[in-house]
């Protein structure tokens, strides 16, 4: 059985959304085949799936979502320990579509279904319709007998949250206050709503997120919780990189917050790579359809070891054959030595906008 | 974790099917929502389907699978005790798409998936294209986290099939000895099949099944094991009846046998209803399409109350508006005295060819 919960929230009923650091029942993710968001109908995609997934099932359940007719390729491609699973969706990013867990000093779990508009709907969203990914949350919460709690008046993405597990989130101001997700909500309705729905005390508003980023500022690519009270941030020394003043900024605020507990943060500056671009070629590979976003060859991307995955003993880290690579899991493991830290090249996923944190969705052992 | 299982049966590791009278984990039903299969784009039999799910779901889990665009609706009609997923079939009848579980003594549970070519394939098949029936097994033991049996070279539905749960089958030579099933395999050879697969010792051959079954004569509107050693089957008192001859010929059959333990079965002749006739009004609502066997106005129907349906103390019989409906709901109820016998109006769903236990799916709790 599946209730829809609408006359509670997780605060009122002592719900609580843990941090991604905390026990893992599994993850799943969406097999990238979209011929729009992916290059080459996703082929190339799809081999950085096939990595990420078959890592995580080394350590917890994987399970990937694939659309009817992608079933019989996903499975063959994918070893035994991976479950795949048939569901529609618009698009992948498995992180973004309002699907949360939330548990209680009880060992029970329940879902938060949230809104999704597919970053911005109409006014500036990435593309259309979005119909299929608005019911990810219900369909994987009946899949998983969850009850969850119904909190489809507001929009709110995974990837536009980070949390500590102990009543602090952060989020940014150029997303979850941008007029495309929830029209003219004031900033207390927004933090309320969080509060409210996600088990929270406390909200720290970080002003934006990395340029070339098309989802208007999601946190996880500045910065993660690598602990209650200890933050990775994404950083970069040379004063004149395009991202200084955005890291910069994040650094300032953070380093000036105390969290829900009152405690100040153990802030890691982890340096980003040099700037990727889109060549021209792979560009090419895309198709090209009015209902979604265009993309412009030699586009700089939104790049950044900030955006990798915890899983259940290990963390798993984006490589893009920077020389930044090795020192980000030396540093990792430094930071997390009871996890075992796994570099993957994950560039081309980084070409369709997101990483590793992006294409997944955690799901917490209560 | 689910493993395809391709170098052993289940007879070899000491697996075995339980009766359908055996407790259950669930049952999985098939959202109706094909207009060539049922009338007004499946809206009558819909209303049936959620009367059948839900009187399930008060006695077990009962799961009902229906399309991506198909789920708003299928989730809002049905209440909360019935979960949805979202699962891609080119046909309803989730019974005789090759699924079958067994069990063994260590309260495991194994699934087997056999072949499936919509009755028939291109030899008299009722449908095409049958490409996502024949994945259907697959997606349910990778839902459920199950390993299988891959005996996919073997083609069987589970309506061509009755156990008894203590080593014996019925099946039809008008169905599982048809080349349209399994081209010239020898009737040893399917015995060896259904045995080696089903974890069998014994096969008991029926001539045939009901006339004006579209299936090429399932033995589910034949008979099935009340519990090991009695079997109701299907009657008519009237010799001058069309289905005389098909019931005295299975009584015949059933009466002179032994089961694999060697008793007599104790046999209950269930009387069937009048002769269902589709009307010309009912038959115009059907979708026309190239690709599916023509259904013709004013058709008999097979109509049986043994296409009934067994769930965790209880039991489903199909109600058609006839007489005879009370008096065998009376009868089964004597002869399940610890059984909640409940009837179900159904002949929306007999006008597409088949009852409540065509329609379900039972998966045993082991």
Wanted: net charge negative; charged share 25%.
């Amino acid at each position: 059985m599946t209730r829809r919960i609408k006359n509670s929230t997780p605060l009122r009923d002592g719900f609580r959304i843990p941090g991604e650091f905390e026990p893992h029942i599994g993850s799943y993710i969406i097999w990238p085949e979209k011929g729009f968001e992916f290059r080459n109908g996703g082929k190339n995609a799809q081999r950085v799936c096939v990595n990420v997934a078959e890592a995580i099932a080394e350590f917890e359940e994987c399970t990937v979502i694939c659309s009817a007719d992608g079933y019989e390729n996903c499975r063959a491609r994918l070893n035994d320990k991976v479950r795949v699973v048939e569901m529609t969706t618009n698009a992948a990013w498995a992180q973004d579509k309002g699907v949360f867990y939330v548990v209680n000093d009880k060992s029970e779990m329940r879902g938060v279904h949230f809104g999704f508009n597919a970053y911005g709907g109409l006014n500036e969203g990435l593309y259309f319709p979005w119909n299929y990914d608005q019911q990810f949350g219900e369909k994987l919460f009946q899949l998983d007998r969850l009850d969850f709690y119904d909190a489809r008046h507001f929009i709110l993405e995974g990837g536009a949250t980070q949390v500590d597990g102990e009543g602090t989130i952060i989020i940014s101001e150029q997303c979850n206050l941008n007029p495309n997700r929830n029209g003219s909500m004031s900033r207390d309705e927004v933090e309320r709503n969080c509060k409210e729905y996600l088990g929270l005390e406390k909200v720290i508003w970080v002003k934006r997120g990395m340029l070339f980023d098309e989802t208007d500022g999601h946190i996880d690519d500045i910065c993660f919780f690598v602990s209650p009270g200890v933050i990775a941030l994404s950083w970069v020394d040379d004063e004149s990189h395009p991202q200084y003043p955005v890291f910069k900024e994040a650094y300032d605020t953070l380093s000036q917050a105390t969290d829900a507990k009152g405690r100040k943060f153990e802030i890691h500056k982890i340096h980003i790579p040099d700037i990727i671009y889109i060549s021209e070629e792979e560009n090419d590979t895309f198709d090209i359809v009015a209902t979604a976003a265009p993309r412009e060859k030699n586009q700089a991307l939104a790049v950044t070891y900030i955006n990798g995955y915890f899983v259940e003993g290990g963390y798993l880290v984006p490589q893009f054959g920077d020389p930044m690579d090795e020192v980000v899991i030396k540093k990792y493991s430094e930071l997390m030595p009871q996890r075992k830290v796994i570099g993957l090249d994950t560039r081309e996923w980084s070409l369709s906008g997101g990483n590793i944190h992006c294409m997944t969705l955690q799901q917490p052992r209560p």
